[in-house]
């Protein structure tokens, strides 16, 4: 079957819905093909809820970034320069879509494997990330283990990921780069900010 990122051949279907975020409501444009077509993500809620908006500055990277809800949330409350890549056309063609029709200028979406397009010596103050588990372990730990060479030396990497999916084990898996903390643990699902060691 294909996975939602493999979506050439899947015909298009645009759908349009609203959500709110600290009482803001956000319009999103979806699709066929991409993840979580109808709504915003639980995870991915969750992972906002517990960003540290107040601390967040500089460059962030929204790594994996569908069409673009982590970034454009994150742009209307923090000032900060977004990078935000996807191996998904069409979640990033919609991903600049959304962000004129929230009305936010300062995002710069790309298609990269991981981090394969991002210069290699752009260092980010924040990695977000609710990482492609369907593309399987190698995708999901090159993201979160290959964050470590694109994080200043203060900068943290959040992410959200089940219980069931093996959170603990991830955590355990990148503990040799990373001091990584659990923040929040809601419905199964857990979200987990690492910094440096
Ligand atoms: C769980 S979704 C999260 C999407 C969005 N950030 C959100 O929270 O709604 C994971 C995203 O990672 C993307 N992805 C899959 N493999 C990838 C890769 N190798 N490099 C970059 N992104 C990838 C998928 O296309 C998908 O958009």
């Not at 900068?155 to 355990?172: E, N, P, S």
Request: aromatic fraction near 14%.
């Amino acid at each position: 079957m294909a996975q939602y990122f493999e979506n050439a051949n899947l015909p298009s279907n645009i759908v349009e819905f609203e959500t709110y975020f600290l009482n803001t409501k956000f319009t999103f444009k979806s699709d066929n093909g991409v993840f979580s077509k109808e709504k915003l993500d639980f995870g991915t809620r969750l992972l906002l809820e517990n960003l540290p908006f107040k601390d967040m500055n500089g460059d962030i990277l929204d790594l994996g970034c569908g069409y673009g809800v982590v970034s454009i949330i994150l742009s209307k409350f923090i000032d900060a320069k977004f990078d935000a890549v996807d191996v998904n056309k069409r979640a990033l063609h919609l991903a600049e879509m959304n962000m004129k029709l929230n009305k936010v200028t300062d995002i710069n979406y790309f298609e990269s494997n991981c981090y394969d397009a991002i210069d290699e010596n752009k260092k980010y103050s924040y990695i977000i990330t609710n990482p492609p588990i369907r593309a399987g372990k190698e995708v999901v730990y090159k993201m979160l283990r290959g964050a470590k060479d694109h994080l200043k030396d203060d900068g943290f990497l959040y992410f959200v990921m089940r219980k069931d999916h093996g959170a603990k084990t991830a955590i355990r898996d990148i503990s040799d780069i990373y001091n990584a903390e659990v923040i929040c643990k809601e419905k199964g699902f857990f979200v987990i900010k690492c910094f440096l060691r």
